[in-house]
């Protein structure tokens, strides 16, 4: 359909009627915008409002999509050439509805994945390998101290598990992945800056109670998930403690 031809066909016909556009737009309980709009061929009315158009313009509906006045003989032709058009022009907005559909998938699946990205970069947490330059032990007279000194903000935990005759204390480092990205990695830069005699900027901690434990100690260090630990069989254990490095025992 052409929508200028329509426009200026609707325009002529208003003229005809001696209409303004404002009283055309009050027939129709519309804005003069929407006249102006048609007229210049920059939208078309609406389903809804056509057969009110052609109405109050004395036109069929036939005549408005083709934009003329039409004879009998034209009139068949005509009215064959615009339920075409429709068609066309429905194909044509159904693909772009689909398009929009479409990018507005995407655009939510994206905007998730970064959602998720952030949740992750917060709260993910990275088990930090053991490093006898960084992490430090030591067994006293009432207290078992853990020490982790680096660049990077790291958490100490500590697991205790009695067996037997003996005590045995698990020590894992671990830090934010936001952290991680965000400062050195402690096995490069910061232990650079640290052989250099360089002071370090965080310091991690941990005491464990010496009278809480039995006579003979063990301490070691591991990436081994804690609740694990806990579960763990005899023969598990022993497999955990071969995977772990003994750090400290009195």
């Known amino acids: 359909m052409n929508q200028e031809k329509i426009g200026k066909f609707i325009a002529e016909c208003r003229k005809n009627k001696n209409l303004t556009q404002a009283q055309l737009a009050e027939k129709l309980n519309m804005s003069n915008k929407s006249i102006s709009k048609w ?11 056509m057969l009110e158009l052609c109405n109050y313009l004395d036109i069929s509906v036939n005549e408005l999509l083709s934009g003329e006045y039409l004879n009998e003989d034209k009139y068949k032709e005509k009215a064959t050439e615009n339920i075409i058009s429709i068609a066309k022009e429905s194909d044509k907005n159904k693909k772009i509805k689909n398009c ?19 949740i992750i970069y917060k709260n993910f947490e990275l088990n930090i390998e053991y490093d006898d330059r960084l992490i430090k032990c030591e067994i006293r007279d009432d207290d ?5 000194s680096g660049l990077s903000l790291v958490c100490l935990e500590t697991q205790k598990v009695d067996v037997e005759e003996e005590t045995l204390i ?13 400062s050195h990695f402690e096995s490069w ?11 370090p900027h965080f310091k991690s901690k941990i005491t464990i ?13 591991t990436d081994i998930s804690f609740k694990k630990i ?21």
Do not use: W
């Open 39 to 49: 007229e210049t061929g920059k939208g078309m009315p609406d389903s809804s409002v």
């Open 189 to 199: 830069d910061s232990m650079a800056q640290l052989i250099d005699n360089q002071q």
């Open 144 to 148: 078992i101290i853990c020490t982790f």
């Open 100 to 118: 929009m559909v479409i990018i507005v998938i995407v655009i939510s699946i994206c905007l998730l994945v970064l959602l998720i990205g952030k």
């Open 230 to 250: 806990k579960k763990a069989s005899k023969f598990e254990l022993q497999r955990i403690l071969d995977h772990s490095k003994l750090i400290a025992e009195n």
């Open 209 to 221: 109670d010496k009278n809480d434990c039995k006579k003979k100690i063990k301490v070691y260090y």
């Open 170 to 182: 698990f020590i894992k480092g671990t830090m934010l992945l936001q952290n991680k990205i965000s």
